[in-house]
């Protein structure tokens, strides 16, 4: 009975190697530029963003891409989209050490942007719960957060534990309440960060040998 299954188990995982029943069909895009991140608010409207400025959106699943105009001609390393409506997204002019916070309140038709104050910290990662609660996570396992849709930012407070001040990439909220962040650095460790009280503190644990880029909630659509 047990080699029974076991040749179950083998003949499914060879005809599911040979016949897979999902696969990926590469899509025309209107740019050439290395594109880094990319989001969806549904399973029609998404956006990404990437090199020199660039970001496409696609209002049909990703069957067709146009271009946006963000008003900026460096890299833009993180993008996100509340609804279809509101969106964020992070730039680092990596020759200035600066960070520029852009914003869009009519899909990605126009772009505004501001610089964040600190010069001295590299912000990679942005997340809006709501309208006007977010966060941004930077180098140094920094974490601030905006309950005024960003006009000033506050520090939240992050465990002194070896790994906390490791690179912050992204975020990723179960609810107002419950968020997570995920990083680290090459060769020296992934980290993962918790916050259970809206965002005001966050505890590091380390999980991996490598950086964790993404992280994201899972949900299930009928």
């Known amino acids: 009975m047990k080699i029974f299954f076991i040749c179950i188990f083998y003949t ?42 660039v970001i496409i959106h696609t209002s049909n699943g ?18 996100f989209f509340l609804n279809r409506r509101l969106g964020w997204a992070i730039a680092n002019n990596y020759l200035n050490q600066g960070t520029a916070i852009l914003k869009t309140s009519n899909g990605g038709n126009n772009w505004s942007y501001s610089l964040f104050t600190d010069t001295t910290t590299l912000i990679q990662a942005i997340y809006f719960v709501d309208s006007l609660t977010g966060y941004l996570g930077g180098q140094y396992g920094t974490v601030l957060k905006t309950t005024n849709a960003g006009l000033n930012w506050t520090r939240c ?9 490791r690179m912050i990439y992204r975020f990723s909220f179960y609810n107002s309440q419950f968020g997570f962040a995920v990083g680290g650095t090459y060769d020296a460790g992934g980290v993962v960060w918790r916050s259970t009280d809206f965002g005001s503190h966050w505890q590091s644990q380390y999980v991996c040998p490598e950086p964790l880029f993404d992280i994201m909630k899972w949900e299930r659509r009928l």
């Open 157 to 165: 407070r992050v465990d002194s534990g070896a790994y906390s001040q």
């Open 62 to 79: 990703g069957q067709t891409w146009i271009t946006q105009h963000s008003g900026i001609d460096y890299f833009i390393t993180n993008i």
């Open 12 to 53: 499914l995982i060879l005809f599911t190697d040979l016949f897979p029943q999902e696969y990926w069909i590469r899509q025309p895009s209107p740019t050439f530029s290395w594109l880094k991140r990319c989001t969806f608010t549904d399973t029609t409207y998404g956006w990404a963003a990437g090199d020199s400025g």
